[in-house]
């Protein structure tokens, strides 16, 4: 399934894999990680999202983004996959805090080229505006990288509309990647996902099946599990879909760290819900804003 709008849309498949949860803790040892994004590009795994902070510490950065670098060196479909990575933040002490000045991001930038083994990144996103540096100076910085060749596309993270709006004056946007689940749904109120919509942008939902906060409130919801039991799958992948269904050019990344849950992710690709679910899944999670 791919998503019609931005210049994202022809590229990506609407589900991705989040990569975080093999280099947070608790996570798998390396080999296991190797053998499991191996599982997921033989599936048919086209879109990763990772950062330089998928890690333990700022002594571990790198961690995740060295993982899919090494699945991906000898795999035959290497060349197929676009992977999406992030800087602007640190590690120190296993915390993380916003390192957005524009020395902190190019240095990040080039850590992340030598972590990925590529000459260029296909997208490069602010993980997140750092309170104590004006945000046009990160942003701007981003479009310096890309200009100097180094990333081919410019992404945002954790913004507001305003950000948006601000970051667009300044050069092409390509994606916004925001927290959106069924139990988080302020990037559809704040106004983010719309904008994203009316300016071609591709909206990345992360933390799509709760995150670790609301992940088993989410897979315990009785809508998304008598749906999901009509037809034969998961809460999770009806939780998926029906994200999808909020915007055209929205895309989820839900993380995994098991095989049979990226499975029960792409699944959500290969289903449509119908009208009368939708409506349902609607009235469950309050979205009186949609226009059908
Ligand atoms: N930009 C940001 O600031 C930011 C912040 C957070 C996350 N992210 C990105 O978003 C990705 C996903 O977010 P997340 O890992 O926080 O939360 P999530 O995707 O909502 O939840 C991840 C967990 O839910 C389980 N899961 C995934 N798909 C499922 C399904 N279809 N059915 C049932 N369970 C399912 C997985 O379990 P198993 O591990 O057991 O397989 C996984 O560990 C991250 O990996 C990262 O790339 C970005």
């Keep these: ?51 330089d902070v998928y890690c333990t510490d700022d002594g571990d950065l790198g961690h995740n983004e060295r993982l899919i670098a090494s699945a991906l060196r000898e795999h035959p479909r290497r060349s197929e996959v676009f992977v999406a990575t992030k800087g602007g933040l640190r590690r120190p002490g296993g915390d993380w805090v916003e390192a957005g000045s524009p020395l902190a991001l190019r240095r990040a930038c080039e850590a ?4 990925l083994g590529v000459e260029q990144l296909a997208l490069y996103q602010l993980h997140a505006p750092d309170p104590a540096v004006p945000f046009a100076d990160s942003v701007g910085e981003l479009f310096r990288l890309r200009e100097a060749g180094k990333i081919a596309r410019v992404g945002l993270s954790n913004v507001s509309a305003v950000q948006l709006a601000e970051a667009c004056a300044l050069g092409p946007v390509a994606s916004v990647q925001n927290r959106l689940n069924p139990l988080d749904l302020s990037a559809a109120e704040d106004g983010v996902l719309a904008a994203c ?48 269904t909020l915007s055209s050019n929205c895309f989820v990344i839900p993380g995994a760290s098991r095989l049979s849950t990226y499975q029960a992710s792409v699944a959500a690709m290969h289903l449509t819900l119908s009208t009368a679910d939708v409506h349902a899944l609607d009235t469950e999670f309050r979205v009186f804003w949609r226009q059908v």
């Design 197 to 244: 919509e009316r300016l071609g942008v591709a909206f990345i939902a992360y933390s799509p099946v709760g995150g670790r906060e609301e992940r088993a409130e989410v897979l315990a919801n009785p809508v998304l599990n008598a749906i999901g039991a009509r037809l034969g799958v998961g809460p999770g992948t009806i939780a998926l879909s029906w994200i999808l």
């Design 1 to 51: 399934m791919l998503r019609p709008l931005g210049v994202l849309g022809p590229l990506l498949p609407a589900v991705g894999w989040g990569a975080m949860p093999l280099s947070v803790p608790p996570r798998p040892t390396e080999v296991e990680s190797g053998a499991l994004i191996e599982a997921f590009l033989d599936l048919g795994l086209r879109f990763v999202d990772t950062a």
């Design 112 to 115: 992340s080229l030598r972590a």
